[in-house]
Structure formats: C-alpha cells, structure tokens
C-alpha cells in the first residue's frame, strides 16, 4: 500500500525517496543570512552614519577655525547646539522631504491619481485599438 494519497502528495512528515522527511529537508528555497538579507539597510545605515560623522568633523574644524579667528577658544557647549540644529535642518531638508516624496507618490498611487498611473478603462480601451488596428476582435482574442 503506497502512502501518497490520490493527487500524488505525501501527507505531512512522511519519508521521501531519500528516507528523510519532508520536514527535514526544508523549504525549496533557502533563506539569506542576516547581512545578505539586509545589506540594503545596512549599506544605508553605513552611509548615514559616515555622512553624520563627517558633518560632525568639518563643522568641529570650521567651528574651532571662527573661534580662533575671532581670539576666542573652541567650547563644546557652543558647538554641541550648532551641531545639532545643523543636523534637524538636514534632516528636514532631506530625508523629510524625501520620505514625503516615497509616501505621497505610494499614497497617490493607492488612491489612483491621474498622475501615478491610468486607468484600467484606458488601458483596455488601448488593447481593444490595438487590436483592432491588427484585424482582431476585441471580444474574442
């Protein structure tokens, strides 16, 4: 008596060809590792962090370069504050508009604005010209 059942699959947890269960043998497809999986992210972070670091270093120097320009020594109470308001206004200026800019255009895509893609109308209505132009029906392709 075979085990398969009448369409031909095994029913859970039973042996195959090899004498291992199905269970044992896994997915058909093998998940990435961690840092395959989110290299993206990774890289993204990497480059922001980089970015973050280096804004902090050129604008510690040209901070220390004013402050010595003007006979005054360099505080990191007084630079801590730049730092910062320096970073928000990028962060508004870029990464804000930005994200507006992935959302709206996902918002309006999901909303079916004229802009983000045509109508299902239009695009049948083009086929059926197509093939009309072809001398083929339409209604029956």
């Given amino acids: ?10 029913p859970a947890g039973t042996t195959s060809r ?10 058909p497809f093998r998940r990435p590792r961690w840092p395959r999986a ?3 992210a990774l890289v993204t ?8 670091i280096a804004q902090f270093v050129f ?3 040209a901070a220390g370069n004013e402050a010595s320009q003007h006979g005054q020594t360099f505080a990191w109470a007084d630079f801590l504050p730049q730092f910062l308001a320096a970073s928000f206004e990028n962060w508004q200026s870029e990464f804000l508009q930005l994200i507006w800019q ?11 604005s004229s802009q983000s893609r045509e109508s299902d109308e239009r695009v049948e209505a083009k086929l059926d010209a ?12």
Wanted: aromatic share 12%; glycine share 12%.
């Fill in 1 to 10: 008596m075979s085990d398969t059942t009448t369409s031909g699959a095994r």
């Fill in 18 to 27: 090899g004498g291992r269960s199905r269970r044992e043998q896994g997915p």
């Fill in 38 to 40: 989110y290299a993206f």
């Fill in 45 to 52: 972070g990497a480059l922001f962090l980089l970015s973050w």
């Fill in 59 to 61: 604008q510690a120097a």
């Fill in 102 to 112: 992935a959302a709206g255009l996902a918002l309006f895509y999901h909303w079916g």
């Fill in 130 to 141: 197509l093939l009309r132009e072809r001398d083929l029906d339409p209604e029956n392709p």
